[in-house]
């Protein structure tokens, strides 16, 4: 009886920080100290994972949604990883145009990339950059 009183006890409490870290408003971002920076950055470096396709892609970074139509930049790339810089907190939509024969195949993803400052989790103050990692591969069923 008092075991279970004690089991019930113990789960509600886990419930409960479960549901409140669930809620939360904070974002919890997980911090590699080796990736920060002293000074604050104005612009962030996108990681931009490409297929591997002999006649390379046709890459389009458009500033906010793919609709409005804002192109920031396009070229082309045989890389399967590609590095830009872009502006900080702004979102940007990426699409990569795929040329297989007579088929074209188009992958489309966004990202907002944004910093952040930490104080206490590494060794000195720093700036992080975080959502900078943007997926432009091809899904397949």
Known sequence: MVLEKFIRTILGISVFILI?????????????????????????????????????ARITIYQGNLEDNIILRQFNSNSTVVYQEVPLNKSYTLTAEYTRGEIM?????????????????????????YDIKVNLMLKYD
């Open 20 to 56: 409140s870290v669930f809620f939360s408003c904070e974002e919890i971002i997980i911090i590699d100290c080796t990736e920060c920076v002293t000074k604050e950055p104005l612009e962030a470096l996108l990681e931009i994972k490409l297929e591997e396709n002999q006649q390379g």
């Open 105 to 129: 195949n188009v992958a489309v993803n966004s990202v907002q990339p944004r910093v952040k400052y930490v104080e206490e989790k590494c060794t000195e103050p720093c700036y992080y950059t």
